[in-house]
Antibody
Framework: EVQLVESGGGLVQPGGSLRLSCLGS????????MHWVRQAPGKALEFVSA????????YYADSVKGRFTISRSNSKSTLYLQMSSLRPEDTAVYFC?????????WGQGTTVTVSS | EIVMTQSPATLSVSPGEGATLSCRAS??????LAWYRQKPGQAPRLLIY???TRATAIPARFSGSGSGTEFTLTITSLQSEDFAVYYC?????????FGGGTKVEIK
């Protein structure tokens, strides 16, 4: 079964840092670009970041550029999102997503809450 | 950044009836458009990519059309699981962008 499982979410104070992880299984992880998408409570989906299958290129939403860093370990089938200088508006469920023609496989999400 | 605008925001439909959802891009995106359905408390699910290609295991009651800046998702004979929020997404330019969503509710 193709699966993505996120971890690392939690409560963090404004200005703090957090690292999210996403473990992929049931498919050849190194063949796919991977994305992070977030959804604030009651709001629409928002693209956060993406990385190519070999990790050579990364893309970011303007709202997180310079604060978040996406990376991957193909040997561990794991995607990461290093988040720093967190703001209350970063509060959301963060989804890990596989790319294959579109966002074809989604994890269940991990919740990040930025609050004092 | 390409802005995606979905209409209507809410659509009230009776079970068994059809629904037509619209999505407009602020500039041409060719056919680089996907549709997703999100049920409450769940992750989104891919329905359509390339504007009109159904994803794996998506039933034929879902169809997509359009190119350039105007796109449509048509659902015939709505089932209970179809009452949800639908998002369009462009993947022609970075950053990828989503529309604000259309909620399909039971009339």
């Amino acid at each position: 079964e193709v699966q993505l499982v996120e971890s690392g979410g939690g409560l963090v104070q404004p200005g703090g840092s957090l690292r999210l992880s996403c473990l992929g299984s049931g498919f050849t992880f190194s063949r796919h670009g991977m994305h992070w998408v977030r959804q604030a409570p009651g709001k629409a989906l928002e693209f956060v970041s993406a990385v190519t299958n070999n990790g050579a290129s990364a893309y970011y939403a303007d709202s997180v550029k310079g604060r978040f860093t996406i990376s991957r370990s193909n040997s561990k089938s794991t995607l990461y999102l290093q988040m720093s200088s967190l703001r209350p508006e970063d509060t959301a469920v963060y989804f890990c997503v596989r790319w294959d023609n579109a966002m074809d496989v989604w994890g269940q999400g991990t919740t990040v809450t930025v609050s004092s | 950044e390409i802005v995606m605008t979905q209409s209507p925001a809410t659509l009230s439909v009776s079970p068994g009836e059809g629904a037509t959802l619209s999505c407009r891009a602020s500039q041409s995106i060719s056919s680089k458009l996907a549709w997703y359905r999100q049920k409450p408390g769940q992750a989104p699910r891919l329905l359509i990519y390339g504007a009109s290609t159904r994803a794996t295991a998506i039933p034929a009651r879902f169809s997509g059309s359009g190119s350039g800046t105007e796109f449509t998702l048509t659902i015939t004979s709505l089932q209970s699981e179809d009452f949800a929020v639908y998002y369009c997404q462009q993947y022609d330019n970075w950053p990828l962008t989503f529309g604000g969503g259309t909620k399909v509710e039971i009339k």
